[in-house]
């Protein structure tokens, strides 16, 4: 009998923790079944943990993130498979994980994961095989060339009982319509929604009830539900006899918006309920041959509506139509106006009567009218300008009628998209979507091609991937530099002002229509990696080779003057040693290959950075690491300046190219001015290592 040891990152009560319950008891006759939870997240929550314990004994081992005890439970049962039922880069520190996946390892590993958004690009260790729970989940993993199996839950489908007994069982009154939600409070299960829905029907012979359990880590999500409840509302916690309330409710409403392959849509449909949920991208319409399921939407007032019906509750017919025709007289037909603000202003007007309207697109501010035009109905106007306005919309009928609109994003969704996935674009844009979110008050997505490194940093923006349609947009915003489609000048539809006229941060404050002032990214929490010995980062490459040190003896001096004071020199450049003919300094450690993650550890683990015009220099800024940044290419402008930045640069000979031309990302030995003569790259080839040892020492005080 093989022996596998089950990890999971808690087994407080959950989807989670039951999915791995049901396996148990369908593997317990078959395999020897380790279970190890490695973080306790609550002792009041346990009814799977309980049952787990009941079947497998003293085969269960918590230890409350103890990771060298995981090694020792490893080591002292000598499992045959070792079953992750999440991500390890999620739960296990990156020290513990490298010891467990170890190319010498004799067990195999399998992993489940049980969320919809971990991307195989932020992949570091790699299992024998995945055991899915959905389709999606294939799209997820499938580039990583990983043997996959789909592992669902079974449908357990249970006999029909008396509705009406088992609602006395729960001592409720079998003359309301009862309404379910199983699950965990939290921001994404939204169950919010629910409660406003109950406001709504709060007049009607209608209960909604919760089952699950409301953890001390998300009651600032759950307490002003609770606080604001109507009376309609019940709130039960964490049950063993949930199957009772499946078998006795009139309808499961699940407004999760965040989801795998949830247990409670298979516990719903196994007893039999109908059930209202949202049709999620990562169900893939697995539930869509389903007659007891409908789908949410994001109207509310249509979804009140399927709820009605769904309990029977429906309106008066007789008594809707005759008021209809009482008033069916008096209802004058007319033309409906269509607003928007995504990638410009936006305007369509729909609708059965004829007419010409003159639209004019006015700047608030300013007063001037940007763009004024005449359409007809079932026709549309929209701005060439993209950046931030803020818009007066005057529209002016041939027959009189007039109307205005003013922008006002408030409550409203609006995405903010990053035109470029280079680092420092992303470090130096990021944070303004904050900024924007807290001036308007409005809900922002931001879309980035590195979402993991701001998530947590930033819990009040929702993040996207690039590309991906977010519905009942109000307002877009793209920030880039934007050229012309002749490729000599900039867009100025969609650029405010000139890319190198301006800070790199200004770009964006200039397309958000913000006030600009220099602001530090924020990032995930980083541990910081730890060294015998002290050490400095540096990074010897970059996008161009305008961008490089290209003093032929600067990078080996200086490795050399570190290591002669102890110090050791990490090169966390990603490039191969001779990139583009830029070969490394000897006597360097290399770091590649490693995530951003993994290099942000090891810049928050150093003594100081130094760089070139590059991202990982505003990598380095934003960690508060001394940082001192090789440049030519730029002007002190343009870059960050404050608090732990030293720039050194020649102003004595051709520089700051880069402020006064169009770069050519196609030539790699972009040099606009002194291409093919001796003085190419003359800006930072005269830049010796003396002129940086003195910054060295000062920094660290040597």
């Excluded at 346990?46 to 009941?54: S, T, Y």
Aim: aromatic share 14%.
């Amino acid at each position: 009998m093989k022996k596998v040891l089950f990890v999971l990152p808690h087994v407080s009560t959950g989807g989670m923790p039951q999915y791995v319950l049901n396996l148990f008891n369908k593997l317990k006759n078959d395999v020897d079944i380790y279970c190890v939870e490695y973080k306790n997240l609550s002792d009041t929550y346990v009814v799977q943990k309980k049952k787990i314990i009941e079947l497998i004994g003293d085969k269960f081992f918590s230890i409350n993130e103890n990771g060298d005890k995981l090694l020792s439970i490893i080591e002292s049962v000598d499992p045959d498979i070792i079953h992750f039922q999440e991500v390890p880069e999620y739960f296990i520190p990156i020290e513990i994980a490298r010891k467990i996946y170890n190319k010498e390892r004799s067990y195999r590993i399998i992993e489940t994961c049980h969320n919809s958004v971990f991307t195989s690009s932020s992949k570091m260790f790699y299992p024998n095989a995945f055991a899915i729970i959905n389709k999606h989940q294939v799209k997820q993993f499938e580039e990583l060339k990983i043997p996959m199996t789909i592992i669902e839950s079974d449908i357990e489908y249970y006999d029909k009982v008396n509705r009406d007994q088992m609602l006395k069982k729960l001592g409720l009154n079998p003359n309301l319509k009862h309404i379910l939600n199983v699950g965990l409070f939290t921001e994404n299960k939204n169950q919010g929604e629910i409660f406003e829905y109950a406001k709504k029907l709060v007049k009607y012979p209608i209960q909604f009830h919760f089952v699950g359990n409301y953890a001390e880590n998300f009651e600032s999500y759950w307490k002003p539900l609770f606080d604001g409840k109507t009376d309609n509302i019940k709130i039960w916690g964490e049950r063993e006899d949930v199957h009772d309330f499946y078998s006795a409710m009139d309808l499961f409403l699940f407004t999760s918006k965040l989801e795998a392959n949830p247990l409670v849509i298979k516990e719903a449909l196994g007893h039999d309920m109908k059930i209202l949920m949202y049709d999620l991208k990562s169900y893939m319409g697995e539930y869509n041959s389903y007659e007891n399921i409908d789908y949410l939407s994001e109207n509310k007032v249509e979804n009140i509506k399927k709820i009605l019906g769904f309990v029977d509750l429906q309106s008066d017919m007789r008594k809707d139509v005759l008021g209809l025709y009482e008033t069916a007289e008096g209802i004058k037909l007319k033309n409906s106006v269509r607003i928007s603000f995504e990638g410009g202003a936006f305007v369509q007007i729909n609708g059965p009567i004829d007419e010409t309207y003159n639209v004019r697109f006015i700047d608030n501010d300013t007063k001037k009218v940007l763009y004024e035009t005449d359409i007809q109905t079932n026709s549309w106007a929209k701005t060439s300008r993209q950046w931030f306005t803020n818009w007066r919309i005057e529209i002016l009928s041939k027959s009189g009628d007039f109307f205005v609109y003013n922008f006002n994003p408030k409550g409203q969704k609006v995405l903010i998209k990053l035109g470029s996935s280079c680092l420092g674009d992303t470090f130096a844009w990021t944070p303004y979507a904050e900024e924007f979110r807290k001036k308007w008050g409005c809900e922002v997505y931001l879309q980035t091609h590195h979402n993991y490194m701001f998530e947590d940093a930033y819990s009040d923006v929702k993040f996207s991937a690039p590309g991906e349609k977010i519905e009942q947009l109000y307002a877009s915003y793209d920030i880039g530099w934007y050229y012309n489609k002749e490729g000599d000048g900039f867009d100025f539809n969609r650029i405010k002002n000139a890319g190198y006229s301006v800070p790199l941060q200004q770009c964006a404050t200039d397309t958000l229509g913000l006030k600009y002032e220099e602001k530090k990214c924020k990032v995930k929490s980083l541990k910081k990696f730890k060294s015998d010995k002290p050490y400095v980062c540096i990074a010897t490459h970059s996008t161009a080779q305008a961008k490089y040190w290209n003093n032929p003896t600067g990078w080996q001096e200086l490795v050399d003057f570190l290591k002669s004071h102890g110090y050791d020199v990490y090169l966390i450049s990603r490039e191969d040693d001779g990139y583009m003919g830029n070969k490394d300094p000897d006597g360097v450690i290399r770091f590649q290959n490693k995530t951003l993650e993994e290099i942000g550890e090891i810049l928050s683990g150093s003594e100081m950075f130094i760089g070139l015009s590059s991202g990982l220099t505003w990598l380095s800024w934003i960690l508060n690491k001394p940082t001192i940044m090789i440049t030519g290419i730029t002007e002190e402008y343009q870059e960050m300046t404050m608090d732990n930045i030293v720039r050194i640069e020649n102003k004595n000979v051709c520089h700051g190219c880069f402020a006064k031309h169009l770069f050519d990302r196609g030539d790699w030995n972009w040099c606009p001015e002194q291409k093919g003569t001796e003085r190419q790259f003359e800006c930072t080839k005269s830049i010796t290592f003396d002129m940086v040892k003195p910054h060295i020492e000062k920094l660290l005080k040597l």
